[in-house]
């Protein structure tokens, strides 16, 4: 049973000044103060690029930069390190302040700036060959969306609904039909026209499959973190 009241920020530095001199482990450490071990890691990391102060005067809603958070998710989306990894290279405080940062950029949601503006990232223009080939690499990559996000410079949520529709209705499904006339369109099957609709109807439990396949890898990584 994890504590829910508030630790003062002297126990911090202890447990924290503890486990850097050997005396305790971090999952004893995190029993003791009946926390999760994801804060105590947390603490250690803030405590050794900002030393006991940074534990004793933490602010209550420190800001980031816009560059600096998309900096730490490419990092992240990029493989470059754990949440832990990219947190203590970025300074940031929490390990899930960055995973809420990564669900939002990914689902194509805004990030909100230190400067009281706001990032999107914005879906990118692409020609049916451009979508066939980053289709074609994602899938020869076990789908891996966000480094085909990165590398292509676009959206997760793009290469998600790409491959998707690839794998329902074949180069069809990748065809972009906004804004051109019925008559000029080619011919549709009845098999296509059925695909079109099995399609429109998995299309509405896109965004929570997503999710669910982010906090799948981020819950897998953060159980190899503890092994390190």
Request: net charge positive; proline share 2%.
């Amino acid at each position: 049973m994890f504590r829910k009241s508030k630790i003062e920020p002297v126990e911090k530095v202890k447990i924290v000044e503890r486990y850097l001199a050997g005396e305790i482990g971090i999952r004893q450490a995190g029993k003791e103060l009946r926390v999760d071990h994801h804060s105590i890691r947390n603490w250690i990391s803030i405590y050794q690029y900002d030393g006991p102060t940074g534990l004793l005067n933490q602010p209550k809603n420190k800001s980031y930069s816009k560059d600096l958070k998309i900096s730490a998710i490419n990092d992240y989306l990029n493989g470059e390190g754990s949440l832990q990894d990219i947190c203590t290279k970025y300074r940031i405080r929490s390990h899930r302040q960055l995973s809420d940062w990564i669900k939002v950029y990914n689902s194509g949601g805004i990030l909100k700036t230190s400067t009281g503006g706001a990032y999107m990232k914005k879906a990118k223009n692409t020609t049916l060959d451009e979508r066939l080939k980053i289709v074609t690499d994602c899938l020869a990559n076990d789908k891996n969306y966000g480094a085909m996000a990165l590398k292509y410079d676009c959206s997760y949520q793009q290469v998600r609904n790409w491959v998707i529709r690839y794998e329902k209705m074949g180069r069809a499904g990748l065809e972009d039909r906004r804004g051109r006339r019925i008559a000029s369109l080619p011919s549709r099957t009845p098999e296509e026209e059925l695909r079109d609709k099995i399609a429109e109807l998995e299309k509405r439990n896109l965004d929570l499959q997503m999710e669910n396949d982010l906090l799948k890898k981020v819950r897998e990584l953060e159980r190899r973190g503890r092994y390190l």
